[in-house]
């Protein structure tokens, strides 16, 4: 397959730098974005749609990822690390980015939904 991009996704809860008296829950993920197609492409984009237990729902649009936007060729991988902070205990993401081939083919890369929650939160 031509473009094929994985992303896995790992989120740790940030105690310190949450504050539940005011419904602020913060989460750090780690993201890791490998090229398993067979040709190099540039993330251009990115998507985000955050969720929080209650409904409310904020969509995160925006050119590259923390101030880059990295080509990766084949077989290579770039990471990088974020943020969010949500009103409730649990949340969820997904999204896309943006991606153009060196082909000049445009495409997205589907972020899987992560669910965002506090340690022991889920039953």
Do not use: C
């Not at 094929?4 to 539940?20: G, H, P």
């Not at 969509?59 to 990088?80: A, K, L, R």
């Amino acid at each position: 397959m031509k473009n094929n991009i994985k992303i896995e996704v790992q989120v740790t809860y940030l105690a310190d730098q949450s504050n539940i008296a005011q419904n602020q829950y913060a989460f750090a993920y780690n993201i890791t974005i490998t090229n398993n197609g067979e040709v190099g492409a540039q993330l251009r984009t990115r998507h985000w749609h955050i969720q929080d237990e209650s409904g409310d729902v904020e969509d995160v649009i925006g050119e590259g990822v923390i101030g880059q936007q990295p080509h990766i060729t084949p077989g290579e991988s770039f990471q990088y690390s974020s943020g969010a902070v949500i009103k409730t205990q649990t949340g969820s993401m997904k999204g896309a980015y943006g991606m153009i081939n060196d082909e000049g083919e445009r495409f997205e890369a589907e972020i899987p939904e992560f669910v965002l929650s506090e340690p022991y939160t889920l039953h």
